[in-house]
């Protein structure tokens, strides 16, 4: 149990150094992070299933924050003869 909650206090550590994820993504790789140290002791620091996961939901709902900004909506102010 107490390993459990070490590597809860880790994944949320290193989702904050994780600005460029949505929150799904970031969510998921906390869950990929304390299953890998709850079972095999170790945290690989590739992509896990549930990241991937995350990652996919956050695309679908436009969510993520590596996505290209939305274009510049302003009207340019009327032209005086």
Known sequence: ???LITAAATAF??????CSQGTNEEAGEQADTAIEQSTTGETNLG?????????QADEATGEAKESTPPADTTTPPPATP
Request: aromatic residues 0%.
């Open 1 to 3: 149990m107490r390993l």
């Open 13 to 18: 550590a290193l989702g904050l150094g994780a």
């Open 47 to 55: 992509q896990g299933p549930m990241e991937e996961a995350g990652e």
